[in-house]
């Protein structure tokens, strides 16, 4: 299996307060993502990234910056959380064309 | 807008074969099979490529159809490991970002 973790993987924050998610990955991939897994929607794409400081939106991108400053970190950032973004956050990385994504464990966000 | 994925749940008893249909509105260039266990991270299963190219798992089945932009997952004497929820992604050419369909809960009971 490929290294990918997440930190933290659990959260409860307030609403208004800034956040901030971590994906590191050890698998030396150029591409990386972030989507939101919710009851009914699935996985939605947030961000990603396909290479050092290179990012583009996803479908769901409203609220949320990202940062890629090494190949193996891409951080995902809720500048103002709101309790919308409650939800299961999951990083992945790897190649479409060349094949399978890996995917991180998840964190589980929760905004009061 | 997502694949749509039909049938949205399913329940077998062990050893009976399944299809799990994943249609999109939009042209496909690749469509990709996930599997998710309750609480855990999606799993790479397959992925199908326009021109016929698969990757995947040798007891994984799954065909495309470019001409109907439609992929279909298959099954076969189902396995209590097979449960969980299967998800379509679809990318279109030249992109590197999947759409993903809202799912397929297949629960196998022995």
């Known amino acids: 299996d490929a290294g990918i973790t997440q930190s933290p993987r659990h959260k409860v924050t307030e609403t208004g307060t800034p956040v901030t998610l971590r994906c590191h990955q050890t698998?030396?991939?150029?591409?990386m993502y972030w989507y939101r897994q919710d009851p009914g929607h699935g996985l939605r794409l947030i961000h990603y990234?396909?290479?050092?400081?290179?990012?583009d939106k996803g479908e769901v991108s409203d609220g949320y910056s990202v940062s890629r400053s090494k190949t193996e970190d891409f951080l995902l950032t809720l500048e103002s959380a709101t309790s919308s973004q409650t939800s299961v956050y999951f990083c992945a990385s790897g190649s479409l064309t060349s094949g399978e994504q890996y995917f991180g464990p998840g964190t589980r966000l929760t905004v009061t | 807008q997502q694949p749509v994925q039909s049938p949205q749940a399913v329940i077998l008893r062990e050893g009976e074969d399944a299809v799990i249909n994943c249609s999109s509105s939009?042209?496909?260039?690749?469509v990709h099979w996930y599997r998710q266990k309750h609480g855990e991270a999606p799993v790479f299963l397959m992925i199908?490529?326009?021109?016929?190219e698969q990757k995947g798992h040798e007891k994984i089945s799954a065909s495309f159809n470019e001409k109907k932009q439609q992929s279909s997952l298959y099954l076969t004497a189902s396995q209590l490991s097979y449960s969980g929820t299967y998800f379509c992604g679809r990318s279109t050419e030249g992109n590197e970002k999947l759409t993903f369909g809202t799912g397929t809960r297949l629960t196998i009971i022995p």
């Open positions: 698998e030396n991939h150029r591409y």
């Open positions: 939009k042209a496909l260039y690749s």
């Open positions: 199908l490529l326009k021109g016929g």
């Open positions: 990234s396909y290479g050092v400081k290179d990012t």
